[in-house]
């Protein structure tokens, strides 16, 4: 679970979706906005599209976070980030969620390594 000065408020999130730039892969995309805080805020969001079960969404956001989690040494202050996985992530384990998110990641430039 991310620290709570490291999530994004409801208020953030759909300024981040407007203005915010867009990347993404085949599983995830992102939008990445620049705010004036040190430290960078995130939000994770799986569409109930994606799958209709509340406990498979909630899966995925969690490995989500904690692969952010891991990064978050490495990553630029002063970003919100709002993640977006489609349907075709459901299905991913840890380990090819976090190896995504990393490519992505330094595809947009908020990671510094």
């Known amino acids: 679970m991310l620290s709570k000065k490291n999530r994004?408020?409801?208020?953030?999130?759909?300024?981040?979706?407007?203005?915010?730039?867009?990347?993404?892969?085949d599983n995830?995309?992102?939008?990445?906005s620049k705010i004036g805080q040190k430290d960078s805020l995130f939000?994770?969001?799986?569409?109930?599209?994606?799958?209709?079960?509340?406990?498979?969404?909630?899966?995925?956001?969690?490995r989500a976070r904690y692969a952010a989690k891991c990064l978050m040494g490495n990553i630029k202050g002063g970003l919100a980030v709002v993640v977006f996985f489609?349907?075709?992530?459901?299905?991913?384990?840890?380990?090819?969620?976090k190896e995504e998110?990393?490519?992505?990641?330094?595809?947009?430039?908020i990671i510094t390594f």
């Open 8 to 25: 994004l408020t409801k208020d953030l999130i759909e300024g981040v979706i407007k203005t915010g730039k867009r990347f993404s892969t």
């Open 28 to 32: 995830i995309f992102l939008k990445v």
């Open 43 to 62: 939000t994770f969001v799986v569409l109930s599209g994606a799958t209709k079960k509340a406990t498979t969404r909630n899966k995925l956001k969690r």
């Open 86 to 97: 489609q349907k075709t992530a459901i299905n991913k384990g840890f380990s090819e969620i």
């Open 101 to 109: 998110m990393t490519k992505l990641f330094k595809k947009a430039g």
